[in-house]
């Protein structure tokens, strides 16, 4: 099992960018997906998330910004950034929490290679 994220790149300060994750391989349910970023010098904060039922949580500081949505059909998970400023430049990284086995009912926490978003002031 795997997370894909995609869509990361350089903007202006107040533009949008959209990133998506997409899971593949085995999997049988995807319980909670989140958004994640760091950046350098900085520990690793949780951006946002949702459930798979679309219940929906974010860092207070992207709130009203960013918003975060899931295709379950798919397993995909997008979050769309908008009014982006200079200090949400980072790293982001897709996590989910992934039952891929149908010997083994739990979870696996699962993480994305990762996807850079650079904004301009």
């Known amino acids: 099992v795997q997370l894909q994220a995609s869509g990361g790149g350089l903007v202006q300060a107040g533009g949008s960018l959209r990133l998506s994750c997409a899971a593949s391989?085995?999997?049988?349910?995807?319980?909670?997906m989140n958004w994640y970023r760091q950046a350098p010098g900085n520990q690793r904060e949780l951006v946002a998330g949702i459930t798979r039922g679309g219940s929906t949580n974010y860092a207070e500081s992207v709130k009203g910004r960013f918003t975060i949505s899931r295709d379950n059909t798919k397993n995909t998970v997008t979050l769309q950034m908008n009014g982006l400023k200079p200090e949400d430049a980072a790293v982001y990284y897709c996590?989910?929490?992934?039952?891929?086995?149908?010997?083994?009912?739990?979870?696996?926490?699962?993480w994305g290679q990762g996807t850079q978003v650079t904004v301009s002031s």
């Open positions: 391989g085995t999997i049988i349910s995807i319980r909670t």
């Open positions: 996590n989910a929490d992934i039952w891929s086995s149908i010997n083994n009912p739990t979870f696996q926490n699962v």
